[in-house]
């Protein structure tokens, strides 16, 4: 019974990280209609810019978040007015192809400024555990978990009762219909990137903080997609759920069935449900009439 604890508390830790990447993946998606193959390649700077400023500050976990963040989001909106913007009207499938280019650039300018050679990320956190019940945590583990509550609630609410955030509902709805009530599309998509920038930094953050710093952080993004594909991609907070789900599958599977199974066993739930529930398990169903 122990080691299932451990295998859950540890999966949900992990799946924590995959959320908030999913979270990431949905904003863009939802407000856009775009995919963002670049999506971990910004965990991955974002990270590294944390590292920086955490060394030559000295910063604790939580202040070096509230001063990545906006960092973060500045990011986001230079890469969606450079890169983004002017491919705007083009095939669906250039822009796609425009972010898997963003990404390969992103990786290599990373590696070029900070080097090939992983960190220890400081945290400031004590490395003590603290026992909930028959469940060992570390502190950093707990604020990954508190972090993607926090910004789950933060995107329902956002999403629900501020006027940007019905705006980008709007858009996502119905482009057209939405320009034509008054609200600026572009600014909706800027918007949009920077606040998936903000949350790939969180994500970012947290996972050099439990693991290691290192140029490999950039596959978080593709493991974080099947949370995406399981909540459904236009439901942020479908992308959270999806990612504990996820995270849970893959310590299970490992730990009951076979060594290496983690490494798959979340493309094996994007194809269960992409043959099931195409539309995830939260995300609109499309309805074409003809």
Do not use: C
């Not at 990280?17 to 974002?46: C, D, H, P, R, S």
Request: proline content about 4%.
């Amino acid at each position: 019974m122990e080691y299932f604890l451990f295998l859950v508390s540890s999966g949900l830790v992990v799946g924590a990280t995959y959320g908030l990447v999913g979270m990431g993946f949905a904003i863009i998606y939802k407000a856009t209609g775009i995919v963002n193959f670049a999506q971990g390649e910004l965990l991955m700077l974002t990270a590294y810019i944390a590292f920086s400023l955490a060394s030559s500050l000295s910063l604790s976990l939580v202040p070096l978040m509230i001063v990545t963040i906006p960092i973060a989001m500045v990011i986001g909106i230079v890469l969606e007015r450079v890169f983004i913007r002017p491919m705007l009207g083009e095939p669906l499938f250039s822009i796609v192809m425009v972010t898997i280019g963003l990404a390969v650039i992103l990786r290599g300018v990373t590696i070029m400024i900070w080097g090939p050679d992983p960190h220890e990320f400081p945290t400031g956190l004590s490395t003590q555990v603290v026992l909930i019940g028959p469940v060992p945590f570390y502190q950093v583990q707990l604020y990954g978990l508190a972090t993607l509550a926090a910004v789950t609630l933060a995107a329902w609410a956002f999403f629900r009762f501020t006027r940007l955030g019905i705006a980008m509902r709007a858009v996502a709805a119905n482009e057209g219909a939405a320009m034509l009530m008054g609200i600026e599309v572009s600014r909706i998509h800027m918007i949009a990137w920077a606040l998936a920038a903000a949350v790939a930094a969180l994500a970012g953050i947290l996972f050099a903080s439990m693991f290691k710093l290192g140029p490999t952080i950039w596959f978080e993004g593709l493991r974080s997609f099947p949370a995406v594909i399981l909540g459904g991609l236009d439901s942020v907070l479908g992308a959270a759920l999806g990612g504990l789900v996820v995270g849970l599958i893959e310590n299970l599977a490992q730990g009951y069935i076979g060594q290496g199974l983690r490494e798959i066993a979340g493309f094996v739930v994007i194809v269960v449900i992409l043959m099931l529930r195409p539309y995830g398990l939260f995300g609109a169903r499309e309805i074409e009439r003809v």
